[in-house]
């Protein structure tokens, strides 16, 4: 009896997995064609020898990891890189927060308009907007005009070529993707909430302290985890902003793959860059574990 | 009235750009350690007044007052009042016993004093050993006695329960709803509850407050509610009935078309109209004819119900619904021609104080 009603029970999902199998398989195919072969291609050449602006064949050189791993020069490309990463997902988060706050909670019939426009910049790309700061911040733009016609600077404040002035163009092109990712990480906060903590003697500030901001820390992790894997990936910010004094791993990988010819060094930085990414990751999972259960 | 605990004095809410206030000059009061229910259909007013009390929502004008002082002005963290939310909003990143200690928190409570509240509300609602639960792992029923213990643990003035059983299926909102009965009555505190089911409403308030279109209809304990209805609103929301548009054709008697007169108890004046009804429980079948208010009629359609019989009897041009207990002897079929009859002092008029 049991068995004659247990025994389809068990045949159908095998039937379903099968046919799940076979949905999957064009995301499959396509995911190893652009992504896995490409990658494993990528670690292959960082483990090529390094002749000019080709892989040599089979041979197998550990050459460009050891010029990574003992020259100082890239060390510092990698420190500054995280700096770099670390300041533009502290701000973008801190500057977007009240806004996705902001548009979360109100119950204004403008929100899905105010959710475009903060997420609008997007549809302009990240070159144009680069090129924006250089007007604002170049040494004859908007502002050191503006303060020498007020004679209240003699010289020009350096505010490009330099990583400040990468850094605040980073923070201000990334803040929409911060502002999209908290808003879809607050799905825990909820007026009622608020409400039943006011209701319990939470004064304002406490209902944030205590009900709003714990409860929208997941949003903020993702947020920031988002900047920054952006911020360290990024490469024509901070090449236009710095004008090739601003020394991360985007840069030095296009660099050594485009002007030095050194592929199998480029191939070695993005190693390094994906190894970056990949242990940030992970504790970005620990953490958001440890948040939400 | 007025020494009474709360009092609620033409409360009005009219929300910017609405033509008709919400909630429309609202007056009614509860002495202490009452439970008292606003009953309603949506959007009668009945959240918007909870919410008023509350302190969430701003009245447009009007006073509500604990103990004679008015706290309109007062913010809400500061009214000291618990509030039970339909969906509960226990906070999902604390445990159970942190979610209850959290009002404790807000007041200052020392740590050693807290736990041992803690403790005692749980044992309350009999969720001793879930104190250090996750939220989430709690069933909705739980969920609800959580909610419960942490609005009571703070000592409120006023619980305020917003549609408490809506959540619950059918045999743990039975449950739930002696439990909060009986929670009530333990800690003696006063409070009021917002439903829209009649059943729940008579079932656990001492007094129920009838609320239509922003305005309150009438105000008594369930018996005057269900047996003296004030307006055909409260007539016709509480309970079935057959209802009679009739003139009053001499002291105790109504000419109501199409069927013999109608005696009734109560005073109204000769030639003036009225309205009546009849709770189907309250016709009986009668063994003669002749008696007083005795209508004969064909039995049209019957509903079996298990513990009661429901005829719709076609008498002349008006059909009588009648509930009858099925253990009553031999149960008449459909196309029966039955007789029944109903005691004057139970046809309703409505709009009418008792006589």
């Given amino acids: 009896m049991s068995a004659a009603v247990t025994a389809p029970a068990a045949g159908a999902p ?57 020259d100082p020069f890239y060390w510092r490309v990698a420190w500054n ?11 973008a988060v801190i500057l977007s927060y009240p806004i996705a706050l902001f548009l979360a909670r109100t119950q204004s019939r403008f929100r899905g308009v105010l959710t475009a426009l903060a997420v609008a910049p997007l549809l302009t790309s990240s070159v144009v907007r680069t090129y924006g700061w250089m007007v604002i911040f170049g040494d004859r733009g908007v502002i050191n005009s503006t303060l020498q016609a007020l004679s209240l600077t003699d010289g020009v404040i350096r505010l490009t070529n330099n990583s400040l002035g990468a850094t605040v163009a980073l923070i201000e092109i990334l803040m929409p993707y911060a502002i999209l990712a908290m808003l879809s990480g607050f799905g825990r906060l909820n007026v009622q909430l608020e409400e039943a903590a006011a209701m319990l003697g939470a004064n304002r500030l406490r209902v944030f302290t205590r009900i709003v901001l714990p ?27 710095g004008g090739g004094r601003v020394f991360v791993l985007g840069t030095e ?26 242990s940030i990751i992970l504790l970005y999972q620990r953490a958001l574990r440890a948040l939400e259960v | 009235m007025a020494d009474h605990h709360v009092i609620i004095e033409n409360l009005v809410k009219t929300y910017p750009g609405a033509q008709k206030p919400s909630v429309d000059h609202v007056s009614f009061s509860l002495p202490r350690g009452e439970m008292l229910a606003l009953l309603g259909p949506s959007g009668c007013g009945k959240t918007t007044i909870l919410r008023m009390i509350a302190g969430l929502i701003v009245p447009t004008s009007g006073a509500i007052r604990l103990d004679g002082r008015d706290v309109s002005s007062i913010p809400v963290y500061k009214r000291n009042m ?22 404790l928190e807000m007041r200052k409570v020392g740590r050693a004093e807290r736990e041992e509240r803690v403790r005692k509300a749980l044992d309350l609602v009999k969720l001793a050993g879930f104190g250090e639960r996750k939220v989430s792992q709690l069933s909705g ?48 505190v006063t409070a009021i509850f917002v439903t829209h089911d009649q059943d729940e409403a008579l079932s656990m308030a001492d007094r129920l407050a009838v609320m239509s279109a922003g305005r309150l209809e009438q105000i008594g304990t369930p018996r005057e509610i269900f047996d003296r209805p004030q307006t055909d609103f ?42 009546l009804m009849v709770r189907p429980h309250r016709l009986l079948l009668a063994g003669e004819h002749g008696q007083p208010n005795s209508f004969t009629g064909v039995v049209e359609h019957i509903v079996y119900r298990g513990q009661i019989l429901t ?11 009648a509930d009858l207990p099925t253990h009553a002897g031999v149960l008449p079929q459909k196309g029966d021609q039955v007789t029944l009859t109903v005691a004057p002092e139970d046809v309703t008029l409505i709009g009418r104080e008792a006589a």
């Fill in chain 1, 14 to 70: 095998a039937a379903s997995r099968g046919i799940l199998l076979l949905l999957l398989l064009p995301g499959l195919v396509a995911l190893v064609v652009t992504f896995l072969l490409p990658l494993l291609w990528l670690f292959r050449a960082s483990f090529a020898s390094s002749a000019v602006g080709t892989l040599s064949g089979g041979d197998w050189t550990s050459e460009a990891y050891t010029t990574v791993l003992f």
């Fill in chain 1, 81 to 91: 890189t995280l700096v770099l990463g670390f300041n533009v997902a502290v701000f």
């Fill in chain 1, 215 to 241: 409860l929208s820390l997941p949003g903020v992790l993702t947020a920031a985890l988002l900047v920054f894997v952006l911020a360290i990936s990024s490469f024509v910010t901070p090449r236009l902003m």
């Fill in chain 1, 253 to 278: 990988v296009f660099n050594e793959a485009t002007v030095t010819l050194n592929w199998p060094l480029a191939a070695a930085l993005s190693v390094m860059l994906l190894v970056l990414f990949s």
């Fill in chain 2, 82 to 103: 618990g509030m039970v939310f339909q969906a509960y909003a226990l906070f999902p990143h604390m445990s159970v016993a942190e979610n209850i200690s959290f009002g």
């Fill in chain 2, 141 to 188: 029923g739980q969920q609800q006695r959580a909610a419960i213990a942490r609005s009571l643990v703070i000592e409120p003035e006023l619980l305020l329960l917003d549609e408490p059983l809506s959540n619950l299926d059918a045999k743990l909102r039975d449950e739930m709803r002696d439990e909060i009965r009986d929670i009530q009555a333990r800690t003696g």
């Fill in chain 2, 234 to 275: 409260v007539a016709s929301f509480i309970g079935a009935g057959t209802f009679f548009e009739g003139k009053v054709a001499g002291p105790g008697v109504a000419a109501v078309d199409g069927l013999p007169p109608l005696r009734f108890v109560g005073e109204a004046a000769v030639g003036s109209p009225v309205r």
């Fill in chain 2, 311 to 321: 005829l719709s009897v076609r008498c002349g041009s008006r059909l009588l619904q």
